[in-house]
């Protein structure tokens, strides 16, 4: 076996995977709160924006290479119904408009509520705390329309209720957004590795946490099942969340279903990396890139990772 690894030539010839910017994606936060860039003691080396900061961003982001960015937003006013979230002038609406005129970046839109409501949770609630499925439709249907609006390219469902892509769908058609795709969400699991973009996008639940709709970890058939039933209502791309602790589900998705397969490596499995590295304890450069080769090996087509920026300057 080892004529074939004698030089960097020759192991470059028969590598299987390799990474490309092209398939990287960058979620990107953008603060109405603020005047100036912010950065998270949990997220070293991932930055909030101001709304005035659309145009370096572009500009830096895009010089590294890659050419998707995944938008979230934290408002200045939360309340019950996340009514921030489907504001014509919310602030994540006004951030896809300002890239939008700023870039020639692609724009995928998180769609989701619990950066925009006070109690924290991804939909609307009863009076015992509970998330109601239907009525949270409603307000996700909204939410897409007013991002495709702003000039979104892409729609990324991030809440778990049931029959979201298809509500989506259809009001976007309804919206005159036949073109618009939707990138689900589809087998997100209730992960403690959501915690530093928690601190991030302020979104953490006040009271109770997401078990009620997010997916129970050791679950692989049920998260075979989450993402047949939303290729079933319309999904364009569909997406294994987390991507390092779920490499069996992102093979077995890559497997069954021939649809663009996305992966996110969320903000725990960066922030981990980041702090062993800041204490000499692993290499972060091979750290990073192994773990982005990692997911690809699963068989993920694209990921959606922090390290975006840093991975792509090193290729
Ligand atoms: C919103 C959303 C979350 C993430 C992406 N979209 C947080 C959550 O479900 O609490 C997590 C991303 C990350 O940890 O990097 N629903
Ligand atoms: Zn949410």
């Excluded at 109405?32 to 998270?40: A, L, P, R």
């Excluded at 298809?166 to 590795?193: C, E, T």
């Excluded at 959501?194 to 050791?218: E, I, L, T």
């Excluded at 969340?241 to 069954?256: C, N, Q, S, V």
């Amino acid at each position: 076996m080892r004529r074939l690894r004698q030089s960097e030539k020759i192991r470059n010839l028969v590598a299987e995977t390799r990474l490309h910017p092209d398939q990287f994606i960058l979620p990107i936060f953008f603060d109405e709160n603020i005047d100036k860039v912010k950065t998270t003691g949990s997220m070293p080396g991932v930055k909030t924006f101001p709304l005035s900061g659309y145009d370096k961003i572009a500009s830096d982001i895009q010089d590294s290479g890659v050419n998707s960015v995944l938008v979230f937003g934290v408002p200045a006013h939360k309340d019950a119904v996340g009514s921030g979230a489907y504001a014509r002038d919310g602030v994540v609406q006004k951030a896809i408009e300002g890239i939008k005129e700023n870039s020639d970046m692609l724009v995928i839109a998180d769609l989701c509520l619990c950066e925009y409501t006070d109690h924290g949770h991804c939909g609307v609630l009863d009076k015992d705390g509970c998330v109601i499925n239907d009525d949270t439709l409603e307000l996700y249907a909204k939410t897409a329309v007013s991002q495709a609006d702003a000039g979104a390219d892409i729609i990324a469902p991030s809440g778990m209720m049931d029959g979201q892509i298809a509500a989506i769908r259809a009001a976007l058609d309804d919206a005159g957004h036949k073109n618009v795709p939707i990138m689900a969400y589809s087998a997100k699991f209730y992960s403690a590795y959501y915690g530093p973009f928690r601190d991030v996008a302020c979104s953490a639940p006040g009271k109770g946490n997401r078990a009620g709709y997010q997916m129970q970890c050791g679950n692989r058939r049920e998260a075979m099942r989450e993402i047949e039933l939303d290729i079933a209502e319309g999904a364009d791309m569909i997406m294994v969340k987390p991507a390092g602790p779920y490499l069996d589900i992102i093979r077995e998705a890559a497997d069954r279903f021939d649809m663009p397969l996305a992966a996110y490596q969320v903000s725990g499995e960066y922030a981990m990396i980041k702090a062993a590295a800041a204490n000499g304890w692993i290499d972060e450069e091979r750290v990073m890139m192994e773990s982005l080769l990692g997911i690809k090996r699963a068989g993920a087509d694209m990921i959606i990772t922090y390290f975006a920026e840093e991975a792509a300057r090193m290729l």
